[in-house]
């Protein structure tokens, strides 16, 4: 079977290839149907990510979240037409300890792997989820997103200590969204206080406890752990500000990427005895958790609409260009494409 796969060669600039597939291996065929823009794939697309990672990276196909239809699977265990979310990280080997998302010789897709922006996905048969027919498609497309929160929220609950009334969430973005969405709805007794630049963007947070502009900070704040899901240049400003806040042997989980290294004010930390937790990616448990998640509480989904930005018909490479080029001047929101090339 020929495939084609659109693959991004040099900054914003796509071609397509195609590949030979058989039908008789193991994989599952799934032909997406709902795609989503992470900032991942944005470095990428504009060329930011670093001239090394570009050239060892390049050519693949972008895009690492969203959720398609089983089209053919060669053992019949998935029906044809059962909607799916695709799981980017492919592992090669188990480890009792090491998380498959940690595991040095995974592959994820569009980070030097080919993503999903193909006719069809051949897809190893644990990386895939069905969705059920609960959940909008529009959120679906940034299920993998919602995992990476998800993820965090574990690691920093197997880590951190028992107390748990104020919870800082740096960030007043799509990651942001997500991690305090979550937390305000595992953790219901708790406080969840959202730290950002934009006004515009910290009236979206109408479900947490408060939020602040971050030049604003009342200087008796005080909390048991923190979030940072901001990346780029602006971690370094909230790593600091999170070490400042946050009150001696609390749990500060990054999550932001930098290309560059960040300072950090490590006397504070070791004399506040804070313990940080980095988190990248997310595995097929993620996805189960998150899926079940949006199962039990119907009401979350309501708010994970408020994230769709916009919602983009692709039909060729042209429409992919342009989604991705909306993408860099929306200001709220995830850029979803409806994948119909
Ligand atoms: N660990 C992982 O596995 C994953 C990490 N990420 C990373 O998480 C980061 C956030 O992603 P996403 O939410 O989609 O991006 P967004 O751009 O939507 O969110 C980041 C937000 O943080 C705001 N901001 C900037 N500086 C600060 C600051 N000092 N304090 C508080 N807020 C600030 C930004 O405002 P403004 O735009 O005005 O500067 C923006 O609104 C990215 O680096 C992304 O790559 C994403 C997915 C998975
Ligand atoms: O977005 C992500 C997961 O959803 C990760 O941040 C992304 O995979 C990082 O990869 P890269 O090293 O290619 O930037
Ligand atoms: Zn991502």
Redesign the pocket.
């Known amino acids: 079977m020929i495939n084609q796969v659109y693959r991004l060669v040099s900054p914003r600039q796509l071609e397509v290839t195609y590949s030979n597939f058989s039908l008789n291996s193991e994989h599952v065929v799934v032909r997406p149907t709902f795609l989503s823009i992470?900032?991942?794939d944005q470095?990428y697309y504009t060329g930011t990510r670093g001239k090394e990672a570009m050239s060892k990276k390049l050519p693949m196909a972008l895009i690492h979240e969203g959720i398609g239809k089983v089209v053919y699977d060669p053992k019949d265990e998935f029906e044809p037409g059962t909607q799916v979310v695709m799981v980017p990280n492919t592992p090669s080997e188990e480890d009792e300890i090491v998380a498959e998302n940690y595991l040095r010789s995974s592959k994820f897709r569009s980070s030097g792997f080919d993503g999903f922006m193909q006719d069809y996905v051949f897809l190893n048969r644990d990386r895939l989820v069905p969705l059920g027919n609960s959940i909008n498609p529009h959120v679906g497309a940034f299920i993998e997103?919602i995992t990476?929160a998800m993820?965090?929220i574990l690691r920093f609950d197997k880590r951190s200590h028992a107390r748990r009334q104020t919870f800082g969430v740096?960030?007043?973005?799509?990651?942001?969204?997500i991690t305090s969405l979550i937390l305000k709805t595992l953790y219901k007794d708790s406080k969840v206080i959202v730290?950002?630049?934009?006004p515009y963007?910290l009236d979206h947070f109408s479900f947490v406890d408060e939020v602040y502009q971050?030049d604003g900070i009342p200087e008796d704040l005080e909390l048991d752990h923190a979030f940072e899901?901001?990346?780029?240049?602006?971690?370094q400003?909230?790593i600091n500000?999170i070490i400042d806040y946050i009150k001696p042997e609390g749990s500060m989980s990054i999550?932001?990427?930098?290309e560059e290294p960040v300072e950090v004010n490590t006397r504070m930390v070791l004399e506040k005895g804070i313990t940080i937790i980095g988190?990248?990616?997310?595995g097929r448990v993620d996805f189960e958790n998150t899926v079940k998640l949006l199962n039990d509480y119907p009401n979350i989904q309501e708010y994970f609409k408020t994230l769709v930005g916009s919602v983009n018909e692709v039909k060729s490479i042209e429409d992919i260009l342009e989604t991705f080029e909306k993408d860099l001047t929306t200001?709220w929101g995830k850029t979803v494409m409806e994948w119909k090339i």
């Open positions: 992470c900032a991942a470095r997103l990476i993820h965090s740096w960030g007043d973005g799509n990651l942001g969204f730290f950002g630049k934009t963007k971050i899901c901001v990346g780029g240049k602006g971690s400003y909230a500000q999550l932001g990427v930098s988190s990248s990616r997310s200001s």
